[in-house]
């Protein structure tokens, strides 16, 4: 058996920039009362208190965006620290937890808070990563989201919303300029590494990102991002992986944060296999120590006496962790050698137990359908 890897995950450094795009579209907008310092210790307790007090998508997403603008620092020490990609353990929930009690975080964490809350909340939503621009500066990975409000899709950025930095020290500034950004502004300073969350209905290419040119790119065939999406968003996590990585490789990889996020979709799949390989070989084993339990109880003719459901059910346990093993076997696609070898040898041993189990089936019904004075002969017949 395989010994299970620790699952990895990409760490990207994002920064918070000063700010060279804006629209002001949303300048209007208010914030709504600020929530309870004593509701805001858990993601829990902040969502029902937004899910309480507000009821549309908008009035929701508006209060947690405004929850992150005000009381989220931009943690320029952590930037600092953090190298351009690791593969240190990642645990996503634990990092969530930290920023809320830290009220600080780096793009990926105002990011992650924003989806998580939003969540919560009932709103679709899909965390982006990218690349972006602020003035003369272009390449650096960053993180906002798409949230899907009133049928549409929208481009939220909460951590360009709260603050800018200047001389090294983050000042925070609130406000709606990054709240539900129009795609073709949005596309000015963010650029998605996978192009369907650009959601325009002509893309612009990485080359044109990189030459400041968001003229629309007629000479391309309509994409009908909206419906692409949906698709996308049907898949299990492991085919959109593949969806996504396929996507970047078609338009192109010209820097090395697109080169890091290839690599964290890549392990993303890597560690979907090990999830995979690591669940089949543990049904593998239930189905083995059901076996057992029945084999122990044949040689011993069925005794001490049990019930035919209790008797069957040992086969039917069996025969159904067999069946999850097998799926599991079946959804890794090129596995590792050494993972390849395991699964050939444990596929040979769930095709030897199903034989097994076909005779045990036909044993037991053998034995519940003759006279009781007669059972005990049939194990010798065997």
Known sequence: MMKKPITFLIIFLIFLFGFSQTTDENTEMKCPDTIPESETTSIETIAAHINKHHKTEKEK??????????????????????????????DKGKNIRNTLAERKGVCQDYAELMETLCEKCGIKVFPVYGIARDQER?????????????????????????????????????????????????IQSH??????????????????????????????????FSDTIALFLKKDSVQQVYDMMRRIETRGVYNQATVDYLTYLNTIIENEKVHYFNKGTLAFNEAVAALNDYSQHFNRQFTPEKSRETIEKMLITAEAEIKTAVQCFQSIKNPPAEMHQNIL???????????????HKKFVEKYFNTTPALRKTLFYQR
């Open 191 to 224: 650029l998605p590494f996978d192009p369907i969350w650009q959601l325009l209905s002509y893309p612009v290419s990485v080359e044109s990102f990189y030459h400041n040119d968001f003229q629309e790119e007629l000479s391309q065939r309509y994409f009908n």
């Open 138 to 186: 272009i390449g650096e990975a960053h993180a906002w989201i798409a949230a899907r409000i009133e049928d549409k899709w929208r481009i939220y950025d909460p951590t360009w919303g709260a603050g800018h930095i200047n001389d090294g020290v983050f000042y925070q500034h609130f406000d709606f300029k990054f709240y539900d950004i129009p795609p073709k502004n949005a």
């Open 345 to 359: 040898q444990l596929n040979s041993k769930i095709n030897t137990m199903l034989q097994q189990l076909v005779e």
């Open 61 to 90: 997403i508006t209060a947690i965006y405004c929850w992150l603008g005000h009381n989220l620092a931009y943690d320029i020490a952590k930037a600092a620290a953090l190298p351009s990609s690791t593969t240190e353990f990642y």
